[in-house]
C-alpha cells in the first residue's frame, strides 16, 4: 500500500538525506557479511581439526560488533522507509519514489551514484525496464489533500 507520492522535486530534495542513509545501511551489511564469513571459517577450521582454541573474548567482541550493525541497518532503513521512499535493492543502493502522474501511481527509480533521479518505471516493471523522466512527470505536482 502506498501512503505517500512524491513529485520529482520533493524526491530531489530528499535524496542527500536519503543517500546518506543508504550509505550507512549498507556499509552496515557488507559490515555483517564481513563478520559472518569470519566466523564461518572459524566454524571450518575447528569443524576441520576436530577441535580448537578459540579467543572468546574476540568472538563476543564480534558478535556484539554484528548485533550493533544489524541494528544500524533496521534504523537507516526504517527512516528511510518512513518518508515514503523504498529500497528495492540494498546491495546496489536503489531507491523508488511513488509518484502519482495523472492519476497513475509510478516510481522514479534512482540508484546510489547517480546524480539526480532521471528514470521512472511501472508499479509491476523493474530496474531493467525502466524509462528516461519526461515532461509529464518532471512537471508533476502535488496533489492537495482534501
Known amino acids: 500500500m502506498i501512503e505517500r507520492t512524491f513529485t520529482l522535486e520533493q524526491a530531489h530534495t530528499l535524496l542527500p538525506v536519503l543517500e546518506s542513509l543508504l550509505r550507512r545501511a549498507m556499509d552496515s551489511k557488507r559490515r555483517i557479511e564481513q563478520i559472518e564469513s569470519y566466523f564461518q571459517g572459524i566454524n ?42 523504498q529500497v528495492k535493492d540494498l546491495d546496489t543502493g536503489l531507491l523508488d519514489f511513488p509518484c502519482d502522474v495523472d492519476g497513475e501511481i509510478i516510481l522514479l527509480c534512482w540508484k546510489l551514484g547517480e546524480p539526480k533521479i532521471t528514470h521512472w518505471h511501472g508499479l509491476q516493471e523493474g530496474f531493467a525496464r525502466r524509462k528516461p523522466i519526461d515532461d509529464r512527470i518532471a512537471r508533476g505536482k502535488p496533489k492537495k489533500s482534501t
Do not use: P, Y
Not at 54 to 62: F, M, P, R, Y
Not at 64 to 71: F, G, I, L, M, R
Open 44 to 85: 571450518r577450521r575447528v569443524f576441520l581439526l576436530g577441535g580448537s582454541r578459540l579467543n572468546i573474548h574476540s568472538l563476543v567482541q564480534c558478535r556484539t560488533e554484528s548485533d550493533n550493525a544489524v541494528q544500524q541497518v533496521k534504523d537507516a532503513m526504517a527512516e528511510i522507509e518512513s518518508t515514503g521512499a
